[in-house]
């Protein structure tokens, strides 16, 4: 569906098909479905409390259920959204759908994740495609959004990739995942087991997920949470 109006933002992400087992099972992890911008009920995790739970997926919750490949961007003066559309399916018809290696249950950095078990080369190669082939229809970075990504703190590298790409966390810093929960810092111990105990009793049993289109994702107004647009096939 063509959006009414312009978005604030727009990200290219990662996201299983709609309504497949890994969409289902990963929008009740978060408690959100971005398809339909409708909460969900939280699947309970014993040992933490419905509030607990719903705090400590608060971050990625409002992105929805999904793998970063070009993160949040405004677009370009003199792009609209059915130049990206473009752009995109341009992107598709040179990648054909794969195999994810198994995912796994890991803690990156401060927040727990679901990321590639195996080989990711398929994986890394179309992501940064998706970084390199989109940022001419990405708007630059507006000093604000600069100052705040490098208050969080960055490496020399990868502020340089934030000045040339838009983000820092890309090509040779990128780390294909989807998020399952937000900053761990304050959580006890024992909510951090918890939290890997459900999600492997969750996410485990799910056959093989499949890579088989990029998902365009949106954000209406600033601060909003992000909507699923659309779902584009890859190979066609």
């Known amino acids: 569906m063509m959006s009414k109006a312009p978005m604030h933002r727009y990200a290219v992400y990662f996201a299983p098909r709609e309504n497949s087992p890994w969409w289902l099972a990963g929008s009740r992890w978060l408690g959100r479905c971005a398809a339909r911008a409708e ?33 949040p961007f405004a677009l370009a003066p003199g792009v609209d959204e059915a130049r990206l559309r473009e752009g995109l399916h341009e992107l598709c018809r040179a990648f054909q759908p794969f195999t994810l290696p198994r995912l796994k249950v890991a803690l990156l950095d401060d927040f727990l994740a679901l990321v590639p078990g195996g080989d990711a080369h398929a ?35 990868e502020d340089t990739l934030m000045l040339r790409w838009g983000y820092p966390f890309v090509l040779q810093r990128f780390r294909f995942h989807l998020s399952l929960t937000g900053a761990l810092r304050d959580a006890e111990p024992a909510e951090v087991e918890a ?42």
């Open 39 to 71: 909460p969900l009920p939280q699947v309970p995790v014993p040992g933490l409390s419905t509030p607990r739970l719903h705090a400590l997926t608060k971050a990625p919750r409002r992105y929805g259920w999904h793998a970063t490949l070009k993160a």
């Open 123 to 157: 994986i890394e190669t179309l992501a940064g495609a998706c970084v390199m082939r989109l940022h001419p229809l990405a708007a630059p970075l507006t000093p604000d959004a600069l100052a705040r990504r490098r208050a969080a703190g960055l490496t020399p590298e």
């Open 195 to 236: 939290l890997k105990a459900a999600a492997r009793h969750r996410f485990d049993p799910l056959p093989p997920c499949r890579f088989d289109t990029l998902s365009l994702f949106a954000e209406p107004r600033p601060g909003a949470d992000f909507r699923l647009v659309e779902q584009m096939e890859l190979g066609t």
